[in-house]
């Protein structure tokens, strides 16, 4: 191990051996690929990089030396069709190992990798396309939505479609390319401040929003790894997620391979808790990242069926995390659930980090790395106790340049030199953070502002519930009322009389005014390809019935 992140960063300490300052440095011409993954490779080109394993296709495993070897080779291959710095290139690869070196050679070359889940429907891939002005799609061929970027009409900017995993008329054939292009590969000029890395981001209306990062970006997710995941160089790290989120770079890439640790891939096509355990205990995996949805739903199938002591440490992020989760999981592995908050706007700005006492329920206490702040409607900080919103000071590392091509929305989400996220928090006494709420999903209803984490955390307390989400629904007297949306574990009935009992045990959990005065029962929630329970897709419905009648 050659420590390579100590080159980017200095650290100092309180007495209680707790990160007390973060400061990254770099030089002007940072580039992840260069300077990460090829140092590694050169210099211990032996170490692994990736465990890759799928429910079809068995297990692969890549060393630094095989990353750079095939990043360069994929490099010279889109370089050879006219793709070089600044330009957009669209990635759609679900779980594939290409995702890997495919994201690397992007950044050698200085061009605009642009991560997308493979959900997207044609009129999604003409909107990204054309909103981008993307100049490559590179697709796989495990899914229809190849056939929507075939469908894809009138797109002057698209010039390549290229095809992963299989040949077919009207695409370029990726294997065959990358396979034909040379191993050598000169370094391109890039810079540390210009832009490799894009997101699109939905909101609740509109089109989605084009999140883009710098070069740094990569680097800000030291903390990452390296204080939250706590990843060794020897140990291999599971965050479960498409490579369509920006979880997957948080947590299967940048930092990680900065901290010189594998990371584990898992290719499946349904989430089966079973399975994931499995793996976990297969491949010895050493830390693991999750939604808190996932942690239930790996306590519900049975935990004390595997063996899971070669994990060290685990974390959550995505949604806040329900106590008894926490509770059940720690009892169960001896671990606690370190949780961790951020954006697609940002890396890691507030956690439960390394040796750091868990609140359960907390989301933690601001990162070093960031200046972070709760304030109200005016700006003004918010003493404990007092909700308000989380701001981010915009001048380090690791928060967006800006939403690509819209000033408008840019100057909204970054003013007065602050990142403002739009979630609703409060501060206990101690410094720790508690997660309220996204501004749109608090419910108003009466005069009353409520939570819904606070009432889903009294739900998941009743024994027939296994998963939930809390919504507001329009309501001409109230304003807004409280509905549940309820998944039943096995062996209970959605019957009128288990609505009742559920509201009548809500009202005793948490403030009579806010239990569910409707409820719900379905076979499954909406998520999104993290596994994140998406409440906007509900209200959204609930919205659309409400003008019907």
Same mark, same amino acid.
């Given at each position: 191990?050659?420590?390579?992140?100590?080159?980017?960063?200095?650290?100092?300490?309180?007495?209680?051996?707790?990160?007390?300052?973060?400061?990254?440095?770099?030089?002007?011409?940072?580039?992840?690929?260069?300077?990460?993954?090829?140092?590694?490779?050169?210099?211990?080109?032996?170490?692994?990089?990736?465990?890759?394993?799928?429910?079809?296709?068995?297990?692969?495993?890549?060393?630094?030396?095989?990353?750079?070897?095939?990043?360069?080779?994929?490099?010279?291959?889109?370089?050879?069709?006219?793709?070089?710095?600044?330009?957009?290139?669209?990635?759609?690869?679900?779980?594939?190992?290409?995702?890997?070196?495919?994201?690397?050679?992007?950044?050698?070359?200085?061009?605009?990798?642009?991560?997308?889940?493979?959900?997207?429907?044609?009129?999604?891939?003409?909107?990204?396309?054309?909103?981008?002005?993307?100049?490559?799609?590179?697709?796989?061929?495990?899914?229809?939505?190849?056939?929507?970027?075939?469908?894809?009409?009138?797109?002057?900017?698209?010039?390549?479609?290229?095809?992963?995993?299989?040949?077919?008329?009207?695409?370029?054939?990726?294997?065959?390319?990358?396979?034909?292009?040379?191993?050598?590969?000169?370094?391109?000029?890039?810079?540390?401040?210009?832009?490799?890395?894009?997101?699109?981001?939905?909101?609740?209306?509109?089109?989605?929003?084009?999140?883009?990062?710098?070069?740094?970006?990569?680097?800000?997710?030291?903390?990452?790894?390296?204080?939250?995941?706590?990843?060794?160089?020897?140990?291999?790290?599971?965050?479960?997620?498409?490579?369509?989120?920006?979880?997957?770079?948080?947590?299967?890439?940048?930092?990680?391979?900065?901290?010189?640790?594998?990371?584990?891939?898992?290719?499946?096509?349904?989430?089966?808790?079973?399975?994931?355990?499995?793996?976990?205990?297969?491949?010895?995996?050493?830390?693991?990242?999750?939604?808190?949805?996932?942690?239930?739903?790996?306590?519900?199938?049975?935990?004390?069926?595997?063996?899971?002591?070669?994990?060290?440490?685990?974390?959550?992020?995505?949604?806040?995390?329900?106590?008894?989760?926490?509770?059940?999981?720690?009892?169960?592995?001896?671990?606690?659930?370190?949780?961790?908050?951020?954006?697609?706007?940002?890396?890691?700005?507030?956690?439960?980090?390394?040796?750091?006492?868990?609140?359960?329920?907390?989301?933690?206490?601001?990162?070093?790395?960031?200046?972070?702040?709760?304030?109200?409607?005016?700006?003004?900080?918010?003493? #404990?106790?007092?909700?308000?919103?989380? %701001? !981010? $000071? /915009?001048?380090?590392?690791?928060?967006?340049?800006?939403?690509?091509? *819209? +000033?408008?929305?840019?100057?909204?989400?970054?003013?007065?030199?602050?990142?403002?996220?739009?979630?609703?928090?409060?501060?206990?006494?101690?410094?720790?953070?508690?997660?309220?709420?996204?501004?749109?999903?608090?419910?108003?209803?009466?005069?009353?502002?409520?939570?819904?984490?606070?009432?889903?955390?009294?739900?998941?307390?009743?024994?027939?519930?296994?998963?939930?989400?809390?919504?507001?629904? #329009?309501?001409?007297?109230?304003?807004? %009322? !409280? $509905? /549940?949306?309820?998944?039943?574990?096995?062996?209970?009935?959605?019957? *009128? +009389?288990?609505?009742?009992?559920?509201?009548?045990?809500?009202?005793?959990?948490?403030?009579?005014?806010?239990?569910?005065?409707?409820?719900?029962?379905?076979?499954?929630?909406?998520?999104?390809?993290?596994?994140?329970?998406?409440?906007?897709?509900?209200?959204?419905?609930?919205?659309?019935?409400?003008?019907?009648?």
């Amino acid at each position: 191990m050659r420590n390579i992140n100590e080159r980017y960063v200095t650290e100092t300490y309180d007495e209680d051996g707790l990160l007390k300052t973060f400061d990254l440095h770099y030089p002007e011409n940072y580039n992840f690929g260069y300077d990460i993954v090829d140092d590694i490779a050169v210099n211990d080109p032996n170490r692994l990089a990736m465990i890759w394993d799928s429910e079809n296709e068995g297990e692969r495993r890549f060393t630094f030396a095989d990353i750079k070897r095939l990043s360069d080779k994929t490099a010279n291959y889109l370089s050879s069709l006219g793709i070089g710095k600044g330009d957009m290139v669209l990635l759609i690869l679900k779980q594939r190992y290409q995702f890997w070196y495919t994201m690397v050679a992007l950044h050698k070359l200085g061009a605009v990798a642009i991560p997308a889940t493979y959900m997207l429907t044609k009129h999604d891939v003409e909107y990204r396309v054309r909103a981008a002005e993307i100049k490559a799609v590179i697709c796989t061929n495990q899914t229809p939505v190849s056939h929507a970027v075939e469908a894809a009409e009138d797109i002057p900017s698209l010039k390549h479609r290229i095809l992963v995993g299989e040949s077919r008329d009207g695409w370029l054939d990726f294997e065959k390319g990358v396979e034909e292009a040379s191993e050598e590969f000169e370094r391109r000029d890039t810079k540390a401040e210009e832009p490799m890395l894009m997101y699109f981001t939905s909101g609740t209306s509109g089109n989605p929003k084009m999140v883009i990062h710098r070069h740094t970006y990569s680097l800000a997710h030291m903390m990452t790894a390296k204080h939250w995941h706590c990843v060794v160089p020897d140990g291999i790290h599971f965050t479960v997620s498409d490579t369509g989120w920006g979880k997957a770079v948080w947590g299967k890439l940048y930092g990680q391979w900065i901290m010189e640790s594998a990371v584990f891939v898992y290719q499946y096509e349904k989430f089966v808790p079973d399975d994931i355990m499995n793996m976990i205990e297969k491949h010895k995996i050493t830390s693991l990242c999750c939604p808190p949805t996932m942690f239930r739903l790996y306590i519900n199938a049975g935990v004390e069926k595997h063996d899971l002591s070669s994990l060290k440490h685990c974390n959550i992020a995505g949604e806040a995390l329900n106590p008894d989760t926490f509770e059940i999981w720690r009892k169960a592995t001896g671990l606690t659930l370190m949780e961790g908050y951020g954006q697609t706007e940002t890396t890691l700005t507030i956690a439960t980090l390394r040796g750091m006492t868990p609140k359960p329920g907390s989301m933690g206490k601001p990162s070093p790395q960031f200046t972070v702040d709760i304030v109200d409607d005016k700006g003004n900080s918010c003493p #404990p106790g007092v909700n308000g919103e989380i %701001v !981010v $000071k /915009a001048d380090a590392p690791g928060i967006m340049i800006g939403y690509y091509k *819209d +000033e408008e929305k840019t100057a909204v989400t970054l003013r007065g030199g602050w990142h403002h996220t739009g979630d609703v928090a409060w501060k206990d006494e101690d410094g720790y953070f508690w997660y309220v709420g996204r501004n749109d999903d608090i419910i108003k209803s009466s005069g009353y502002r409520i939570s819904p984490f606070e009432i889903e955390s009294a739900l998941l307390l009743h024994p027939s519930v296994l998963e939930c989400a809390v919504t507001g629904v #329009p309501d001409p007297v109230r304003g807004q %009322v !409280v $509905k /549940a949306t309820i998944v039943l574990k096995d062996g209970y009935d959605g019957t *009128d +009389e288990l609505k009742k009992e559920i509201q009548n045990f809500t009202k005793k959990e948490t403030a009579p005014y806010k239990y569910p005065r409707i409820v719900e029962f379905v076979k499954e929630l909406p998520k999104s390809i993290s596994g994140k329970i998406k409440r906007v897709n509900i209200r959204n419905a609930d919205i659309e019935a409400s003008k019907k009648e």
